[in-house]
């Protein structure tokens, strides 16, 4: 059986990166991807390298960056942009595999076993990918080479930008050994802070425990990261396919001032579940149970959950239901800073009774989804623009 070779191409400094592109002025400047400085989430999305030496963190706020940087250029983000360089880089590398599992929007693992007597080694191809994207997109890539995901991702990590990492079977234990077990997938804060009072603190300190102990301390994951540690990851390289479903489906939005009233909130779960709705018809699927977030001016978070008899694809039944569950959780006794809706439980809408009860809310769900689908109909011809709900006016 030959060996699969895997690689993981990270786009680096994403967000930054492809928005220099359109401000070419800025390429010897400190930047930084930022959230809106009049609006409470500015903070850095994404920084060039220049900001990175300065010692600019993505996640802190702005201030922050600018009192370790005062000539920090920022710029707003640009999704749009950023989807469509996601898009093209992945079309590159189908030039050399149709094997490609997306992890986010800037990385992903490739796998070229099979592209080998074609291209060449996991080497020769990461190398080809590499200046192909930075030749016709103008972005740079780090990718990990390996013999399973875990070690491509970390390769890709450990020497970045515009590098090659090659993790093979003679060297691993070597290159990775004395590395922090953070630095390992699915290592994170918490797992750290965890194995670090047991003395854990390398990706070799792992190897060493006994399985039994692992399991005390993180339960079954424990022993999964030793494996992964071990190299013996064995997970495949899976395609998103075209049937592929999300497992669920949330919008979440922090406004520009704190929360204080039932209405808000209810405005804006049927704001957010449109966009939800929208979602699930794309995929074709009905939400069996809504989830509720909320995060308070203190940065207290609180989710809860609810299923249901009857599934809906319908926005309005969405807002209604979580609303119906914030009601029941949540008070306003502090300001909330932030709310969320997510659709769960979600099934294939074909061969699905929607609606169980008719003789109860369901009849009124059902004309709902009436008027719902008159309304998509008129904002695909007219534009979103173009009708509206009362409340949202």
């Not at 149709?98 to 490739?110: A, M, T, Y």
Request: glycine share 6%; charged share 30%.
């Amino acid at each position: 059986m030959k060996e699969s070779t895997i690689l993981h191409c990270d786009l680096n400094n994403f967000f930054a990166s492809v928005s220099l592109l359109s401000h070419k002025e800025l390429q010897d400047s400190p930047v930084a991807v930022c959230g809106s400085t009049e609006e409470r989430h500015g903070i850095v999305l994404a920084k060039n390298e220049i900001a990175k030496k300065h010692g600019v963190k993505t996640a802190e706020v702005i201030w922050q960056a600018k009192l370790k940087c005062p000539n920090l250029v920022i710029l707003p983000p640009d999704y749009k942009l950023y989807e469509k360089y996601s898009v093209a880089a992945r079309e590159i590398y189908e030039r050399y595999t149709d094997i490609i599992e997306p992890f986010g929007i800037d990385e992903c693992w490739l796998d070229v076993t099979g592209s080998r007597l074609i291209f060449g080694d996991g080497e020769k191809i990461a190398y080809r990918i590499k200046e192909d994207v930075k030749r016709e997109l103008g972005c740079t890539i780090s990718v990990g080479v390996s013999f399973n995901k875990v070690f491509a991702k970390l390769g890709s990590d450990m020497k970045k930008p515009d590098a090659v990492t090659i993790i093979n079977r003679e060297n691993f234990k070597q290159k990775i050994y004395s590395l922090p077990i953070g630095n390992l997938l699915f290592a994170g804060p918490k797992t750290v802070e965890k194995l670090n009072r047991f003395a854990i603190f390398t990706i070799g300190d792992i190897t060493l425990c006994d399985d039994v102990m692992l399991k005390r301390i993180l339960g079954i994951n424990g022993v999964i990261l030793k494996q992964y540690a071990l190299g013996l990851d064995t997970s495949p390289v899976t395609p998103y396919s075209a049937d592929y479903r999300p497992k669920s489906v949330g919008r979440s939005v922090t406004p520009s001032s704190d929360i204080t009233d039932r209405e808000t909130v209810y405005k804006t779960f049927i704001g957010l579940s449109e966009e939800i709705s929208r979602e699930l018809r794309e995929n074709n699927l009905v939400a069996f149970g809504v989830c509720v977030h909320t995060r308070t001016f203190d940065l207290k978070t609180k989710e809860s959950s609810r299923s249901f008899k009857s599934g809906t694809d319908c926005s309005i039944t969405l807002a209604r239901r979580g609303m119906d569950l914030f009601d029941e959780v949540c008070s306003f006794n502090v300001p909330l800073r932030s709310v969320g809706i997510r659709a769960i439980n979600l099934k294939p809408k074909d061969g699905i009774a929607i609606q169980s009860d008719l003789f109860g809310k369901d009849i009124i769900d059902a004309k709902n989804e009436i008027v719902e689908d008159s309304m998509i109909k008129i904002r695909k011809k007219f534009g979103n623009q173009y009708i509206k709900r009362c409340i949202m006016l």
